[in-house]
């Protein structure tokens, strides 16, 4: 059956209904009716399948979490970072403590690292962003202290 055909046939069922005084039956028909404008040409079969598949749920992918950061650590090792940063020994027990903060994790460690370094750099790891700390912290108390030695040998500021 072709939905021409239905469309001719609930038109009649619709007179009937406002005949008989049913007019919130008489809307709902003109509503199925108003449903398959532009649909003349299809089966009532195809018409039924298509719709089926517009109105069955389609499922969404969920958004992965944004990672929480956890501002009150990531804003203790950078406080203790740029503390001992000016320090003439590298702290390496700092650093193996952040490297080893299970409570750290991958964003927060970007945090620091970019905090600390003073940079927007995208790390691509936990581990990266570690190591730029690392080699800063490291190579910054190494300045400190040859600084430290031209000063005692006198050739320093």
């Keep these: 059956m072709k939905i021409e055909q239905l469309k001719v046939a609930l038109t009649h069922l619709e007179y009937f209904l406002t005949d008989v005084k049913a007019k919130e039956a008489s809307n709902d028909i003109n509503k199925l009716i108003e449903l398959f404008d532009g649909c003349e040409h299809m089966t009532v079969s195809d018409f039924v399948s ?6 069955t749920p389609k499922e ?22 740029h503390t001992l940063r000016s320090s003439q020994q590298p702290h ?34 936990k581990k990266a962003a570690f190591e730029a700390i690392e080699k800063a912290f490291v190579s910054n108390s190494l300045i400190n ?10 050739w320093g500021p």
């Design 92 to 125: 390496m027990d700092l650093l193996e403590l952040l490297q080893k903060d299970k409570q750290i994790k991958k964003p927060d460690m970007l945090k620091i690292a970019n905090l600390f370094l003073d940079t927007q750099i995208t790390f691509s790891t």
């Design 145 to 154: 202290r040859n600084i430290s030695v031209l000063e005692k040998l006198g």
């Design 50 to 55: 298509t719709a089926k598949i517009r109105l």
């Design 60 to 81: 969404t992918k969920k958004k992965p979490a944004s990672p929480e950061i956890n501002k009150k650590i990531i804003d203790q090792y950078v406080e203790k970072l």
